[in-house]
């Protein structure tokens, strides 16, 4: 991958043609389409003017079309970093102009962030999100977006940041609901629903082509935002208590580089643990969506420069008044299926949405709040995914405590603590068992050279000789319990001469081990017993060579390990051919 | 190991002989007369009382003796505790007598911690203090403990938590210096100096068996006490200046549960955190001790049974005016020398110092305080070994940078931080090292069946077949590194028809990485790739048939490596072998 200095645009830039034009072009009209009314919702459900979400769609997209490498991935508001977002700012209990400020101010911290990662080349960090923990993250996250739209949907007043806070809240504002918003609410969650479901077989059954009717059946939040404005308008559904979006300014993004500059310190602290958590959950989720599309072209993204971009966007959102951005999972499958052949179909869509800000927001005044929230609604819902604790059950009881863990507490406690709770689940879990490795006693396979498990297959043992299979690497973690297990292993069994360690999936062995196998080897020698490794792997046995621990060995390097057990059972061939097995001991 | 329901004391206790208790007596004896100056001087350096020391040396043995599964562990206060004992109560900044309170209440909050580690079996948790980390901290606690003594030698007032305010308080003390203790302090320093490096020898040219005069050269600190109170008494020496010992309480230890009930929650919350390090530290060190001593004996311990061993120690201390305790390196190795051949030695130490501690204190008036300075300036240097970060170097950076930062960390800006900072980064470079698995490409070394790396050796390759071998575990942290390393091979590559994944070594295989598995499976079936593993363990084979992993696989899975190589680039015998081989596929 040559790209030109960290400036991808160079790259794809220079071979831009008309017809590459034309797919991109196409690609944007759908995505500017499907994206109006879900900036606008995913703003609202920020906490946030519905015009922020506007403004986060217009200059991070040429941000990310100069700085990014996926071809197919659109940025702009997604769900769970508006959620996040929200959770955040409500943390703070700020007045509405300061929460916009913290909005802002987030968006620059997060980008900031983002490029610092990226520069330093940290992008691995995002992997310590493991694939349960995302999916019980964003499936909590779906279950309290849905529920916190509720409110939109009955026209009643409520909040909270956790699932319980959010029910309660509605229970106590249920006698309130306004009839005529309900009555807008459920009829588009039908709608929606039905069109998810329903509509893309029946265009396809009036001869449709599927990617045409699939793209189409995308357009039907938009339909429902031109026919519920409509209504609204029609029948002057404000004067019945619908809430409706109300006037949008109608003009270019603000610039508010102002706005940082008046930021308080205190403020900046306060944002800065969310903000890592945005920019981390973001590029976890973005970089996997255009992973799965790039691959589909045989194309590859950098996911270092992918940091670059994502930064690059949020600074961008951040100057012009907009909140935190990263590539969305749905926007950006219908972006590839529309037919997106370079980044610079995010341009044009930044385009589209600019020509809607500036010209079209009066448009917008009657938009029921009712509809944006079944827009939500309906998309989250899509992301809300139980079965995944079923299967981790099923394969592995770690991965499901942490995907467990995860939705209780993200459901419970918010979004900041499922998702941290998630992570230092699953890596207490991973140093948990890796410092209680497996350990196989091994016996020969009569007639063969095969060593196996004694506990799960008959095999041959010699009383003088412990074979021992150590089935994890050797590090500080459990150094002390392999010194354990050989020690008690010995002890009681004064038949034992030998004790032979098997190290085939032993890939490094740290200080800590070495010191453990120095101290093992004292004190078997005290009981008369030698030590001897079979199998050590080069870059494991170019380190020990690097220690004193071969010459203070009392036994032997074996370059299999049954060389090792017929060399120390049979009393022939004693020294001369392991001398030759340890300089070549380096197996593999 | 038979422990009767957790009390060691009922097995060993019941085959209790005559020729047992005179070799205990006799060891007991001999650290009685090391532990009078060392539990003073610890006192001393712990910022407390000295009869504070003599407390913490008579019930928490008996208590250990009771509890404890080491039979030549000499528990009560040593160095390094002492010194968190200083810094944890350094940083409240409390008034004298809240100051013993505070001290008391540690030695509680220890104890209890210890035992609920040891009931919960969590004993392993200790193992995340890596050897350098420990090493690294020892050898920084030794140097700040001397250089805190020096202001004890000079007769001057001097302190600070971190090594370089404890220098520019000498510095600043330093035209204060006191003449008559300078002469006393440096004349016992140079003495035990003397003791600990010659005259070992010289009693053995004079005739003397090697480990009586060993165990001789152990009373050099009780000698020196001697010598000098005599001196300071018939000079007077307190007339010019010299700090002496003075009154300590001439009775039983004092019954301390009030003092415990009567500390404020914000005491025991501020407590809390260094409490637990000092536990775990204190655990750490006592442990390996234990085990070194046990195994030259053919003798077991059991970690989790000293877990509430040491707890009780330090229940027992806390109730009876003491201040946190664990077994010592120097006095155990003497009391193991000295033949201790039960616990109960330990518990005859504590009758020893019960008779000092009500006939003999008023002896230790005169004591100077730079006699105490100095007996713990020669022991603590003994613990200090800088040649570990030179061990470490040669052997892996990554565990030099771990006792590299732990020994500035601790120096710089004290104890608590170094050592927090030594596990945090030892865990997190553990961490990223495995999230950035080794994987080899290999080849098959020609006329043989060995699959070797294509860097390392000259092998043969097919054009049509990447042989991949990863050696490491497969999980969250590396998954996302082996599905870009998987898809960068094959991209560019359009020969390739077969990758095969050979997983000798991989031990476990967790649900993101599962799930990345399945994502290179279909990404490279897109692009008209098989996938195919090869010698996958039982254990992780027996997960993956819990998954649809298997059913979903493009390809097949090898029971060796050589089979798969044959099989795909041969166009002969293509499915009943391997059909049989997915049945087996669980080598080892």
């Known amino acids: 991958m040559k790209l030109s200095n960290g400036l991808p645009i160079l790259d794809w830039g220079r071979r831009y043609r008309g017809a590459l034009f034309a797919e991109d072009a196409m690609a944007a009209l759908i995505v500017t389409i ?13 906490g946030l003017p519905p015009e922020m979400g506007l403004y986060a769609s217009i200059l991070p997209l040429i941000a990310y079309t100069i700085f990014g490498t996926s071809k197919a991935l659109a940025v702009g508001p997604v769900a769970v970093v508006s959620l996040m977002t929200a959770a955040a700012i409500g ?77 309660l809240s509605l229970a106590r504002a249920a006698p309130d609901v306004n009839w005529a918003t309900a009555l807008i609410g459920v009829s588009v969650l039908a709608f929606l629903f039905w069109v998810r479901g329903g509509l893309q077989p029946l265009l396809m059954r009036l001869g449709l082509k599927k990617r045409a009717a699939g793209l189409l059946t995308k357009a039907g939040p938009a339909f429902a935002v031109i026919a519920t404005t409509l209504a609204a308008w029609f029948w002057s559904l404000d004067a019945q208590g619908v809430a409706l979006v109300g006037s949008v300014p109608n003009s270019l993004p603000p610039l508010t580089v102002s706005t940082l500059l008046e930021i308080e310190p205190s403020l900046w602290r306060d944002l ?50 907009g909140y935190p951005v990263t590539g969305g999972f749905a926007r950006s499958v219908v972006n590839f299926d529309a037919g997106a052949a370079t980044p610079a179909a995010g341009g044009f869509t930044a385009l589209g949405i600019l020509l809607v800000t500036v010209f079209l927001t009066p448009l ?22 139980f079965s995944v604790l079923g299967k981790t059950w099923r394969y592995s009881k770690a991965d499901f405590a942490a995907v467990a863990a995860t939705i209780l507490l993200t459901l419970t406690l918010g979004v900041e603590v499922g998702v941290s709770a998630g992570v230092l689940l699953s890596v207490g879990l991973y140093l948990f068992k890796t410092s209680r490795p497996h350990i196989a006693e091994v016996g020969r396979i009569d007639g063969t050279e095969h060593y196996r498990n004694i506990k799960r297959y008959s095999v041959l043992t010699e009383p003088s000789i412990v074979s021992l299979r150590v089935d994890e690497s050797l590090y500080f973690a459990n150094a002390r319990y392999l010194e354990e ?42 009981l008369g017993v030698r030590l001897h490794l079979s199998e050590v792997k080069g870059p494991v046995m170019d380190r020990l060579k690097r220690s004193s621990f071969l010459d203070e060995l009392t036994g032997e390097i074996f370059l299999s390990h049954h060389q090792a057990v ?21 197996a593999a």
Chains 1, 2 share one sequence.
């Open 34 to 46: 499907m994206l109006i009314p879900q900036s606008l919702a995913y703003a609202l459900l920020a």
């Open 91 to 167: 943390a703070l209990g700020l007045p509405p102009a300061l929460a916009i400020a913290a909005a802002i101010a987030l968006a620059f911290l997060s980008g900031v962030m983002l490029v610092a990662l990226g520069v330093l080349r940290l992008g691995f960090l995002a992997n310590f999100l493991s694939h349960p923990v995302i999916s019980g993250f964003i499936t909590a996250s779906g279950v309290i977006i849905a529920a916190s739209q509720v409110k939109h949907i009955l026209g009643v007043e409520a909040g909270g940041a956790t699932l319980i806070d959010v029910l």
């Open 272 to 321: 800065a643990g969310p903000a890592l958590l945005i920019s981390i959950v973001g590029f976890a989720e973005s970089v996997s969506v255009a992973q799965t599309l790039a691959a589909k072209k045989r194309q590859q993204i950098v996911p270092d420069q992918e940091l670059i971009g994502l930064g690059a966007a949020n600074v961008a959102a951040s100057v012009s008044g």
């Open 364 to 385: 917008l005044f009657f938009l029921p709040k009712a509809t944006l929230a079944a827009t939500i609604i309906v998309a989250v819902l899509s992301l809300v995914d």
């Open 485 to 526: 297990y050989v020690l008690n292993r010995v002890v009681g069994d004064p038949a034992i001469r030998h004790v032979i360690l098997a190290c085939p999936a032993i890939n490094e062995i740290d200080y800590s081990a070495l010191e453990s196998l120095e101290a093992v080897n004292s004190r078997l020698e005290a």
């Open 566 to 586: 017929t060399e120390l059972s049979g009393a022939a061939a004693p020294s001369a051919p392991s001398a030759i097995a340890r300089e070549d001991g380096a």
